[in-house]
T-cell receptor
């Protein structure tokens, strides 16, 4: 079963508009973490934002915010005031704890965002 | 800081050959991760180390893959013998467990096995 689901393979947004990238997750753990990474066409992976399962406030980092809805198991990324440089692949990821005590990191399949001038 | 350094950036090899990928984590980071990215399977965690000790290698596809971290500033991922299905981009990432959850990724090694 997919642990991280990103249902939007591709998205378009007009420059300066806001965009929401969807992410739902599946875990039975009470303690877990959710991440978003950006991968531009150059290939590197860039960390954007982190949300802990016990964090009551939605995480924000500059123009990025994470809309965390725990009951719905969703962790959508909101990018405000889109810029051309935001065009990239975006991955949602989860860190959950195994019964062995080690951590498991799972990535979604990604959403390709294209910002239009 | 120079960031996570990986070498080589590109590797083309023939099936059956041994391949060694190298990673230098960010100085002071105490966790190191090896990932593989393919179109078919996306981004997968292969193995990670805490304080140079392998913690979870359940993502390593098979015995042909091995990883070592002899000291805090160096790690290798070895494939022996390589197969065409190993063609992928291999990322190394490092992390300071005591400071944040952010993993810093290297630029990746693009491996092509013919």
């Amino acid at each position: 079963a997919q642990k991280i689901t990103q249902t939007q393979p591709g998205m378009f947004v007009q420059e300066k508009e806001a965009v929401t990238l969807d992410c739902t997750y599946d875990t039975s753990d009470q303690s877990y973490g959710l991440f978003w990474y950006k991968q531009p066409s150059s290939g590197e992976m860039i960390f954007l934002i982190y949300q802990g399962s016990y964090d009551e406030q939605n995480a924000t980092e500059g123009r990025y915010s994470l809309n965390f809805q725990k009951a719905r198991k969703s962790a959508n990324l909101v990018i405000s005031a889109s810029q051309l440089g935001d065009s990239a692949m975006y991955f949602c990821a989860m860190r959950e704890r195994r019964t062995s005590g080690t951590y498991k990191y799972i990535f979604g399949t990604g959403t390709r965002l294209k910002v239009l001038a | 800081d120079a960031g996570v350094i990986q070498s080589p950036r590109h590797e083309v090899t023939e099936m059956g050959q041994e391949v060694t990928l190298r990673c230098k984590p960010i100085s002071g980071h105490n966790s190191l991760f090896w990932y593989r990215q393919t179109m078919m399977r996306g981004l997968e965690l292969l193995i990670y180390f805490n304080n140079n000790v392998p913690i979870d290698d359940s993502g390593m596809p098979e015995d042909r893959f091995s990883a070592k971290m002899p000291n805090a500033s160096f790690s290798t991922l070895k494939i022996q013998p390589s197969e065409p299905r190993d063609s992928a981009v291999y990322f190394c990432a490092s992390h300071d467990r005591g400071r944040s959850y952010e993993q810093y990724f290297g630029p990746g090694t693009r491996l092509t096995v013919t």
